[in-house]
């Protein structure tokens, strides 16, 4: 890949916003691309598993779309299934994406998504890592990982996922940072025990059709534009 690593440290400005306000955030985070995209614009979470329905794949699509045409950053961590599916529908009306690695960024995990982090790169996105070159992938960087994918986001959207996948990680992070959280309803997909999960706690914004997500996703516009208000005042 062209792309040379870089370093953003904590006290430069591009350093993501987001993760400035919550506790236990890196200190300096490697990158790849246009970091600058991070803090230009709005980042919106969309995960899921790696093994989703049909209807969660073309819910992964179409959410992917949708938060590129309004402007977001799509951000998530690479992965097979719905991540993949996201950032394939965000590239595809040339959306920006942010995406976190568990490793070093001189390899790329899943290494089958070779050419989707290249498309992400060519289109203006931005690869990023906490860890130096040569860190290899161990389970617990995955965790770790998805602290700073619900960290650097205004709201993470779980599109598919069962109660005992990884994706329920950053539904968990995303709730201790006080991120707006959305799931689609568990009632329209088969594997979705961790949507029903989120449901019942009553602390996420239940989906059931793209009506309800562009809802979502300008609720967190509008918060902002009355931030920016308050801010001028």
Avoid: W
Wanted: charged fraction near 25%; proline fraction near 2%; glycine fraction near 8%.
């Amino acid at each position: 890949m062209k792309y040379n690593i870089a370093v953003c440290r904590e006290d430069d400005e591009r350093y993501p916003n987001e993760l400035r306000n919550l506790k236990g955030m890196p200190s300096l985070l490697y990158y790849k691309g246009n970091i600058e995209i991070i803090n230009q614009h709005k980042n919106i979470a969309a995960i899921g598993s790696r093994t989703l329905s049909e209807q969660g794949s073309k819910l992964a699509y179409r959410t992917g779309i949708k938060i590129a045409e309004e402007g977001f950053n799509l951000v998530n961590g690479l992965a097979l299934g719905c991540d993949t599916l996201a950032l394939k529908g965000a590239l595809s009306v040339n959306g920006k994406c942010v995406v976190f690695l568990p490793c070093g960024l001189d390899r790329i995990l899943p290494a089958s998504n070779q050419k989707l982090a290249e498309e992400i790169l060519e289109k203006g996105g931005c690869l990023l890592s906490e860890y130096p070159e040569k860190t290899a992938v161990q389970k617990y960087r995955y965790v770790e990982r998805d602290r700073l994918q619900s960290g650097i986001s205004q709201g993470v959207i779980v599109i598919e996922a069962e109660q005992n996948s990884g994706t329920m990680h950053t539904a968990d992070f995303a709730m201790r940072q006080y991120k707006r959280l959305a799931c689609y309803a568990y009632s329209l997909l088969q594997m979705s025990s961790g949507n029903q999960y989120l449901e019942n706690t009553g602390k996420s914004t239940v989906l059931h059709d793209e009506t309800g997500l562009a809802a979502f996703l300008d609720n967190i516009k509008q918060s902002q534009s009355y931030e920016q208000m308050k801010l001028q005042f």
